[in-house]
C-alpha cells in the first residue's frame, strides 16, 4: 500500500512496510512535514473594524449625536476602518477557509466602502446626497445586506452563540434601516440605530474574545462554541495529520 507525502511523491505506507499498528497515526506523524503560512485569526481584524465603524453611525442614526452634516465628519472613519479592514479580513478568511467569514467581511467591508465613497462625493460636492429617512435607493441597499447577512446567521448556528447574536442582530436592524429608508419613517431608522448599536456591541466582545483567548491560548472569554452535527464530514471519526496547536487555515475557520 502507498500513499503520498506533502511532496506528492508516493511513499510505502508505514503499517504495510513494518507490520506495526498504526492506530493512533503516530508512525505518519513523524513522516510527515506540514509547510504552513501562520495568519491570525482575521475576524478579530473584520469584527473590530465593524464594530467601530458600524457603532460610530449606527449611534448617529439612532439620535445620540450629531446633525446632517456628521456622516462628511464620519465617512473616513468608516472607509477605512469598516470598509478597508473589513475587506482585508474577508480576503484572509479565505486562507483560513472560512467561507462565513469571507462572505461576511467581504460584503460588509464592501458596503462601508461604498458608504464611504457616496459621502466622500458629497463632500466634493459632486454628488448630491438625500437628507434624513428620504434616502430610497439606501433602503434597497439595506434589502440586499439583510437578505445575505440573514443567511450568514443561519450559517452561524453552527459556528458559535457570540457571532450568531453579531449576525442576528446586525440582519434585525439591516432589514429595520430597510424598512426606514423606504418607507421614510424616522422612527424605525431610530429602533433601527439601537438594534445595529447592539450587533456592535457583540462584535466589539466576540472579537475581544479571539483576540484574548487566541493570545492566552485558553478560554478566557467564552463563545458558546457550538459542537457540529454528526453528520458533517468533520466531525466522523478520521485519522488526520494536522497541525497540534491549531491555527486559521490548518483547521477550517478560525
Given amino acids: 500500500m502507498t500513499m503520498q507525502t506533502t511532496t506528492g511523491v508516493p ?19 513523524e513522516r510527515t512535514r506540514l509547510v504552513l503560512t501562520p495568519i491570525a485569526a482575521p475576524s478579530i481584524l473584520g469584527l473590530f473594524g465593524f464594530a467601530g465603524a458600524t457603532f460610530i453611525v449606527a449611534s448617529y442614526l439612532a ?3 450629531g446633525n446632517t452634516s456628521t456622516p462628511f465628519y464620519v465617512f473616513p472613519f468608516a472607509l477605512f476602518f469598516g470598509g478597508l479592514a473589513q475587506l482585508a479580513a ?3 478568511s479565505y486562507r483560513a477557509r472560512d467561507g462565513l467569514a469571507t462572505a461576511m467581511h467581504g460584503m460588509w467591508g464592501s ?21 434624513g429617512v428620504n434616502f430610497t435607493e439606501m433602503g434597497f441597499w439595506f434589502i440586499a445586506l439583510g437578505a445575505i447577512t440573514w443567511l450568514g446567521a443561519v450559517a452561524s448556528l453552527r459556528v458559535s452563540v457570540a457571532l450568531f447574536v453579531v449576525l442576528f442582530l446586525l440582519a434585525a436592524g439591516s432589514t429595520l434601516a430597510a424598512v426606514a429608508f423606504l418607507a421614510a ?37 467564552p463563545l458558546g462554541h457550538l459542537e457540529p452535527s454528526v453528520d458533517e464530514p468533520r466531525a466522523r ?6 497541525y497540534p496547536v491549531g491555527m486559521p487555515g490548518a483547521h477550517a475557520g478560525q
Avoid: C, K
Wanted: charged share 10%; proline share 2%.
Fill in 63 to 65: 439620535g445620540w449625536y
Fill in 237 to 242: 471519526a478520521q485519522d488526520v495529520i494536522e
Fill in 111 to 131: 458596503f462601508w466602502l461604498a458608504w464611504g465613497t457616496i459621502y466622500l462625493l458629497g463632500a466634493i460636492h459632486a454628488l448630491t446626497i438625500p437628507t
Fill in 185 to 221: 419613517t424616522t422612527t424605525v431608522l431610530t429602533i433601527a440605530g439601537y438594534v445595529l448599536v447592539a450587533s456592535a456591541v457583540a462584535a466589539w466582545y466576540t472579537a475581544g474574545a479571539l483576540m484574548i483567548n487566541g493570545t492566552y491560548r485558553a478560554t478566557v472569554l
Fill in 11 to 29: 511513499v510505502e505506507h508505514p503499517v504495510a512496510r513494518n507490520g506495526h499498528s498504526d492506530t493512533d497515526g503516530a508512525i505518519w506523524r
Fill in 90 to 92: 474577508g480576503f484572509y
